[in-house]
């Protein structure tokens, strides 16, 4: 076999080595950000590729000591040296059975799952985005209602309008005809309509206040009420960031199934070429001819190991 020929069927293992290091990085990286199912699939994935490693390197060392130095000239009964060939041919099926074996495990290995779980996630983090959205714009409300209370309460509290108010939440109307009886010049008629129109926009939270004390017991009930809600609201978030981890998670992992075929490819090279050159060989054909068949597998065998240790 020529050096152009050895090559195209000689793994790149600096490439293989290269995927299999991102594939596990991805796995040590999202593992945690998915659910126990997901996680144990991965691990049976990392140990899947190690066990095909092994195999490989099983199968490249088995067959090297079991080809090196082999003579199969026959000497006194050519039986005999068919019957060794025949056992050189059998074990050499037993060693690449098993890495085809164990190749086709990784290769039907399934992947898929992530590719198809992606539709529902994207949409399970839409849906928790939009209640989290719903979920502050409640608190941005509520304290928003707190905040025009307040300061409706700072303002009636003054003693000049408080004495004159007697206690009382006035109305747009009452307004013009009480202002004339402030004497505090910092309150002017337009402070007092703005605080009361604000108040105005808040019925739901007000239910049906008449005075300040009415006033100050909203202020409290929304107190509790903001506190739930940031409660909800949090709540909302954290349930975002999990669907959204989950999501970025699926999405990283989706890339591991076309590395996984790319490792998987450079080495099927090996099991694909003794293939090839296994298939012309049986235990019947002349003996010198399977001895020059056989040295010409170890020579490519022995490459392939040299390949892999430079690596």
């Excluded at 991805?26 to 991965?42: C, F, N, P, S």
């Excluded at 985005?129 to 409706?152: E, G, H, Y």
């Excluded at 235990?283 to 068949?293: G, P, Q, Y």
Aim: charged letters at 25%; aromatic letters at 4%; glycine letters at 2%.
């Amino acid at each position: 076999m020529d050096v152009t020929n050895v090559r195209a069927v000689t793994p790149d293992f600096i490439k293989m080595q290269q995927l299999q290091d991102e594939i596990f990085q991805l796995i040590d990286t999202w593992d945690m950000k998915v659910l126990a199912g997901v996680r144990e699939q991965l691990g049976q994935l990392r140990t899947l590729m190690l066990t095909v490693e092994r195999a490989f390197n099983e199968a490249l060392i088995g067959a090297i000591v079991l080809l090196e130095d082999r003579d199969f000239i026959p000497h006194q009964q050519a039986a005999d040296s068919h019957y060794r060939l025949s056992s050189v041919l059998s074990r050499l099926s037993q060693l690449y059975t098993e890495l085809t074996r164990q190749n086709q495990r990784l290769e039907l290995f399934p992947l898929s799952s992530f590719e198809e779980a992606l539709p529902e996630l994207r949409s399970r983090a839409a849906s928790k985005q939009q209640q989290a959205m719903v979920f502050s714009q409640r608190l941005t409300q509520l304290r928003q209602q707190k905040a025009d209370i307040v300061q409706a309460i700072e303002v009636f509290d003054r003693p000049s309008i408080a004495n004159v108010l007697k206690g009382l939440i006035p109305s747009e109307e009452e307004i013009d005809q009480i202002m004339g009886l402030v004497s505090d010049p910092r309150i002017d008629a337009g402070l007092v309509k703005l605080v009361t129109q604000k108040l105005g926009k808040h019925a739901d939270a007000l239910q049906g206040a008449k005075t300040f004390s009415d006033l100050s017991a909203a202020r409290v009930r929304l107190d509790t009420k903001i506190e739930e809600a940031l409660a909800d609201q949090q709540q909302a978030q954290h349930m975002l960031q999990a669907a959204q981890m989950e999501l970025d998670a699926t999405t990283a992992l989706c890339t591991i199934g076309p590395r996984r075929n790319a490792w998987l490819a450079e080495m099927r090279k090996v099991e694909q070429e003794c293939h090839v050159q296994t298939s012309k060989l049986s235990a019947t054909m002349n003996l010198e001819v399977a001895k020059v068949a056989l040295q010409e597998l170890c020579a490519y065998l022995k490459s392939i190991q040299m390949a892999y240790d430079h690596s």
